[in-house]
């Protein structure tokens, strides 16, 4: 009678034969990060580059007195949500002038003209070293950022869009 032999489980090599591995996690000012591919990493550079354009246009532009139009000196076309509805304003009216005003230094003012473009350029001041640093370190943030609830902050965005709209609305239509 012919019996199996069993089953040999392969056994580990000894701690000093194995070859090195790299860390799965980037130490960043003492805290583990999950570590980016070369796609993310990529990823992030053009994120943080973009955004330094960004704010660097900002700060050539010359903030139209109005609360709008900025962007015409671009050579962009005034805005047609504007024209079509007899000054009402977009969504996204005063984003431009904003961000050229906090740009130039004067907050309250970038603040008063367009409250959710002002959040957007903190985020754009905050998000410019942090998109660039995640692609020097090769810290993944779509993996660090996993677990937020990033349906509740969609709509809180959303929120704070539109209430801003309604307020620019306001202020434009007095």
Known sequence: MNEAAPAVEPTAPPPGDRPP??????????????????LERAFWAVCGLGAVAVLALA????????????????????????????????????FTTT??????GRPAEAFRNQPFGFFLFCLTVLGAPLALGAAARGV??????????????????????????????????R
């Open 140 to 173: 993944s943030l779509f993996e660090a950022t996993d677990r937020w609830p990033w349906g509740r902050i969609f709509v809180g965005f959303l929120a704070l869009w539109l209430l801003s709209w309604l307020y620019k609305w306001l202020v434009l239509m």
């Open 21 to 38: 591995r790299a860390p799965r996690d980037v130490v960043v000012l003492g805290r583990a990060l999950p570590r980016a591919a070369g």
């Open 59 to 94: 700060l050539w532009l010359r903030p139209d007195p109005r609360g709008i139009g900025t962007h015409e000196q671009l050579g962009l076309p005034p805005c047609g949500f504007v024209e079509m509805f007899s000054g009402a304003p977009c969504p996204s009216c005063g």
């Open 99 to 104: 961000f050229a005003l906090a740009a130039h």
